[in-house]
């Protein structure tokens, strides 16, 4: 397999992996054929071999690429966090993110974690680090909170974060599953109430 790859290169494995998002998007991971990944990227298998070693090895390079892209501050949301109303506007902007996937999607990192077995420890390490990078913004807020000694009693910039993460793919998932992007928007309102309540109030 190819380490130092040509613009060309480049292309064809980028146009694999965008098919490959697409139809795990729509159809889920075991669904997702190589050949259906082909078929829609217009590719051959000697490409696909080329580039990747199986589908697994597919989707650790996939969310490997959406890592970077988070490391490097290329999503929309990430945005620094110093106060309540940046917590509430880096909160809106990944909504809004989400919403450009369609409600149909749902979230890939929530479909290949539930798809995951306990043999693929590297794409459950991959989609950890993943969740780390996307709370990057409010864990540092959190932090700075708990630094600050401003949390309530038992509350941690950890368990906060793991909140928030939870609260975002369920309301994720509700909207997949009832088709309703209300659910979403009614849910921003409740995060944002709980997450204040840990904080002190004299």
């Known amino acids: 397999m190819s380490t130092q790859l040509s613009a060309k290169g480049q292309k064809t494995r980028s146009e694999i992996l965008e098919a490959a998002f697409a139809l795990?998007?729509?159809?889920?991971?075991?669904?997702?054929?190589?050949?259906?990944?082909?078929?829609?990227?217009?590719?051959?298998k000697s490409q696909f071999y080329h580039y990747f070693k199986n589908k697994e090895d597919l989707i650790h390079?996939?969310?490997q690429t959406h890592l970077v892209?988070?490391?490097?501050?290329?999503?929309?949301?990430?945005?620094?966090?110093?106060?309540?109303?940046?917590?509430?506007?880096w909160i809106y902007k990944v909504v809004e993110f989400y919403r450009s996937l369609g409600k149909a999607r749902g979230c890939i990192?929530?479909?290949?974690?539930?798809?995951?077995?306990?043999?693929?420890?590297l794409i459950r390490q991959d989609i950890q680090m993943?969740?780390?990078?996307?709370?990057?913004?409010?864990?540092?807020?959190?932090?700075?909170?708990?630094?600050?000694?401003?949390?309530?009693?038992?509350?941690?910039?950890?368990?906060?974060?793991?909140?928030?993460?939870?609260?975002?793919?369920?309301?994720?998932?509700?909207?997949?599953?009832?088709q309703d992007e209300h659910i979403i928007d009614h849910g921003i309102t409740h995060i944002?109430?709980?997450?204040?309540?840990?904080?002190?109030?004299?």
């Open 109 to 121: 990192l929530g479909m290949i974690g539930q798809e995951t077995t306990p043999e693929q420890e």
């Open 61 to 63: 390079r996939l969310l």
């Open 192 to 202: 944002i109430t709980a997450l204040k309540n840990f904080e002190r109030t004299e």
């Open 24 to 44: 795990f998007l729509e159809r889920g991971i075991h669904a997702t054929s190589v050949d259906d990944i082909l078929e829609a990227a217009h590719k051959g």
């Open 130 to 178: 993943i969740f780390e990078a996307k709370m990057r913004q409010p864990r540092k807020f959190f932090i700075a909170l708990e630094a600050q000694g401003a949390l309530t009693h038992g509350a941690t910039a950890e368990s906060m974060t793991h909140l928030l993460l939870s609260m975002i793919q369920g309301s994720v998932l509700l909207v997949k599953i009832y």
């Open 69 to 89: 892209e988070l490391k490097e501050g290329k999503m929309p949301y990430d945005i620094e966090i110093t106060n309540w109303d940046d917590f509430e506007s």
